[in-house]
């Protein structure tokens, strides 16, 4: 393959006595591919001088969004860990016991508390937790294959982040989720004669300036925008693109599905889809048909609290353009009913005939990273098998060989079906972040023998539990990948090209290449190197690290990306035309879902947090309680610490609606207790009109790095923590092991504050 600099600058130079390194910054999975390019300005002494935007980058162009203007601040920041610690496991919750190690002390202590515990429980009794993992989500299996364990844990509830639309794209298309053609494959990207600009997007459950104001998605949508490009926007609140929609559907939280199917009854009742495609590239339409017709208009309007007219509108304006894209978030992952949505979604997607169109839809392809399999596919059979969560949860757990994360809790909890003694953070702070039922997370941790922690910050999750720490670089700080969104649509790759040292810090693949080496010399014979372990788990071997960190971004063109890949072979493996499905073609009818004991056919249920089923806590908690849209500020518990971004927004939100305000006597600006059955926390109100009356929405991932560390304070984990009203279990997750209700709670607000233990 040939690779051609061609966006002007090398990437690396000397200016004013400053090294100038171009480069890309990372950010995690949901909003991919590849956030900012910049430019680091790092003096004689190695210290970085200066941050600006690289102009050079085909999508950001120069632009920044707030946390890369911040990047000084982060890593010169005075609370950065920057060397490893150990600490007295019966020193717990201390934060003044740790004691500063070297690496060779820290990977010692590793190496022998693994060998202790593997040969008395089995690799399976040290977990991974996984949550956004940054370097493209795409490092999330490595740690746990270097302890040769097959549980890597995402501790999300039914890994309510992305894993839901995967495996549905997987069950339904035969390949990785589909996103909006934005044209950033192509040099010229939207003037390139192939590409044709969407009359239409249907933005579902996304808010993709505040999510990826980093990357494609959010410089994409607005460049679309400008072009002509209208939206239909189906989201709970009022946000500024909403704003700018031809239609905004306010539905009530986890009520899309219903919305969905009625949508795609609408487009087939009315005739408004494109026969051909689904003729000659659909499976079950006619069960798919009869289904959706369960769900008229009339009945969803009724259960999303929008009026049919509304969606009669909205579903012909969208299925009359031409082309048209579907644009879908987490919104569509945070619900028990994600898998039947994901069903609905994708026949929205089908129906038009623009999956994989210029400027439609585009599925992720067989010649993508696809699966990247080093070091699961060094595991042993058996040890597969007795992968937590497996026999309740087979369809996530064999499909993306990790372990689930309430089976894990129950293990922790109660030695069943086999004791957990061990485990490894590894882009995780669950307690403030992505576990739902923070504190039982919390107390399970600390029954375990050896917790590691590997993070940039003392967070309250590796506080509470940790017995040593492992110091993070951040992504100026070292070589790297940034991959983009999982799979195989890939527009574009960029390099993370290393221009400082802070501290002893070391990245992720440093370290896992390090302690593999240690403990599994035999795997890691073929990895003589850092850079070959680059290419092997960030790039399946497909491009060298050299080449693309010269090049900086490497826009994919026609190596990877091409149009209507299923009518030219290059969408499955094998090469034949159509999809990589049982059917071959695109399943309305999901035979896999059927497979593994689920519906092959949309439907809707209520949720189990919903008033509807809590029918009698309606009274007790009547508003309806959506959690974690994103803000620009913060990247989940990321960024508290940062002054510049904690003076735009300082203080965790809870967006209530006026009128709903006034009858609790709250006023904008005050602390207001948000509680349910299971928790309570404590957020200031803001009164806005965005929100629909009747619900509340609340911010994510809070804790308070200036508060004490100690126990039981931990940075003040329990004082504006929104998942302590949120439950795990099987109850609360969808049948599959997808989808949770992150994003579907209900909860009463009131004046006043909980303190510091909620
Ligand atoms: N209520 C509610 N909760 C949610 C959500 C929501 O919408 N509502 N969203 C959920 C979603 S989608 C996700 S993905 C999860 C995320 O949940 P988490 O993964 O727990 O959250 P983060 O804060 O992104 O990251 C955890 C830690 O990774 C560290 N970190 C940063 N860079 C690196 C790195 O390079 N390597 C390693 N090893 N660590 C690093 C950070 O400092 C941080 O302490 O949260 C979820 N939690
Ligand atoms: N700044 C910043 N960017 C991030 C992150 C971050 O923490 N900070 N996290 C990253 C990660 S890991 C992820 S997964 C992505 C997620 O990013 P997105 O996919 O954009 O998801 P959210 O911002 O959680 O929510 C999107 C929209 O869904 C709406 N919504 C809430 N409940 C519902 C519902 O029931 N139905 C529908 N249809 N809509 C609903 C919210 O009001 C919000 O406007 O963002 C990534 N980017
Ligand atoms: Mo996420």
């Given amino acids: 393959m040939e690779f051609k600099n061609d966006l002007g600058k090398p990437w690396r130079w000397e200016e004013d006595g400053l090294t100038v390194t171009r480069s890309c910054a990372w950010s995690a999975p949901g909003c991919h591919p590849v956030g900012c390019g910049l430019k680091y300005y790092v003096d004689k002494e190695g210290k970085l001088v200066k941050v600006e935007g690289d102009e050079n980058h085909p999508v950001t162009k120069g632009r920044l969004c707030i946390r890369c203007l911040t990047l000084k601040d982060v890593i010169y920041h005075p609370d950065r860990v920057l060397y490893p610690m150990k600490r007295d496991p019966k020193d717990r919750g201390n934060a003044d016991a740790w004691e500063r190690i070297s690496w060779d002390e820290a990977y010692e202590l590793i190496e022998s508390e693994y060998h202790r515990i593997v040969d008395e429980y089995g690799p399976n009794a040290i977990c991974c937790w996984c949550g956004t993992g940054r370097q493209g989500g795409i490092m999330h299996p490595y740690p746990a294959a270097v302890f040769g364990t097959n549980n890597a844990v995402d501790c999300l509830s039914g890994a309510a982040c992305y894993s839901p639309r995967n495996i549905e794209c997987f069950a339904m298309l035969g390949g990785w989720y589909p996103e909006v053609d934005m044209a950033a494959q192509f040099k010229d990207t939207y003037d390139d004669p192939r590409y044709k600009v969407p009359e239409c997007i249907l933005l579902w459950g996304k808010a993709p300036l505040a999510s990826n104001g980093d990357g494609l998605w959010g410089h994409g949508l607005i460049e679309l925008m400008k072009r002509g490009t209208k939206l239909v926007v189906v989201d709970p609140r009022v946000t500024w693109l909403a704003n700018k929609a031809e239609y905004h559907l306010q539905i009530w939280p986890g009520t899309d599905t219903a919305l969905a199917m009625a949508m795609n009854h609408v487009m087939i009742s009315e005739g408004l889809y494109d026969k051909e495609f689904v003729d000659q590239w659909t499976w079950g339409f006619e069960q798919f048909a009869e289904r959706v017709a369960t769900m008229p208009p009339e009945r969803a309007a009724e259960i999303c609290g929008i009026t049919a007219e509304e969606i009669y509108e909205a579903t012909r304006f969208y299925a009359k353009a031409n082309p048209s894209a579907v644009m879908w978030g987490l919104g569509c992952d945070q619900q028990e009913n994600a898998c039947q949505l994901g069903q609905a979604m994708i026949g929205l997607m089908s129906l038009t005939g623009f999956l994989d169109a210029p400027g439609g839809t585009t599925v992720g392809g067989a010649e993508g990273y696809g699966n990247i399999n080093f070091g699961t596919d060094k595991i042993s059979e058996e040890v597969k098998m007795m992968t937590i969560g ?369």
């Fill in 390 to 758: 497996l026999d309740q949860y087979p369809c996530y757990c064999e499909f993306f060989q990790y372990g689930e994360s309430s089976n894990a809790l129950k293990a922790m909890e109660t030695g069943e079906p086999y004791p957990i003694k061990m485990s490894m953070f590894t882009g995780n702070n669950m307690m403030v972040c992505n576990g739902a039922e923070p504190k039982r997370w919390h107390d399970a941790l600390l029954g375990l023998e050896f917790n590691i922690g590997l993070d940039l910050w003392m967070t309250p999750s590796i506080q509470a539990s940790c017995d040593v720490m492992l110091p993070l670089s951040t992504f100026v700080e070292q070589d790297g990948g940034v991959t983009p969104y999982y799979g195989g649509t890939n527009v574009y790759t960029g390099a993370l090209n290393k221009a400082i040292s802070v501290g002893e810090c070391k990245s992720d693949l440093e370290i896992t290449l390090e302690l593999g080496r240690r403990i599994h010399p035999e795997w890691f014979e073929e990895i003589p190197d850092l850079n070959t372990w680059i290419n092997e788990i960030e790039w399946a071997q497909k491009y060298d690290f050299k080449n693309i960190s010269e090049e900086v971004v490497h826009q994919h063109g026609d190596d990877i990306f091409s149009y209507y890949k299923y009518k030219t072979g290059r969408q499955r493996e094998d090469g034949q035309i159509g999809f990589e499905t049982q059917s071959g073609r695109v399943e309305l009818y999901t035979t896999l879902f059927e497979y593994y004991g689920e519906d092959p056919l949309p439907h809707y249920d209520p949720s189990n947090r919903s008033h509807e089923v809590l029918v009698d806590l309606k009274d007790k908690y009547p508003l309806k309680l959506t959690t974690g849209a994103r803000n620009y500020a913060y990247f989940h518990s990321e960024g508290r610490q940062i002054p510049y971004l904690r003076e735009t927004h300082p203080d965790p939100i809870v967006r209530i609606h006026p009128e709903d305000a006034a009858a609790r006597d709250i006023h904008d600006g005050e602390w207001v207790v948000i509680e349910n059955e299971i928790g309570k926390c404590q957020m200031r109100a803001e009164v806005t009109p965005i929100v629909k009356k009747g619900m509340a929405q609340a911010d994510h991932g809070w804790w308070f790095p200036e508060m004490d560390g100690n126990e039981p304070t931990l940075y003040g984990a329990w004082k504006s923590n929104i998942n302590l009203l949120l439950p795990t279990g099987p109850k609360y997750i969808g049948k599959l092991g997808l989808g949770a209700p992150y994003k579907c709670n209900i909860c009463e607000i009131t004046k006043g504050e909980v303190g510091i233990n909620a």
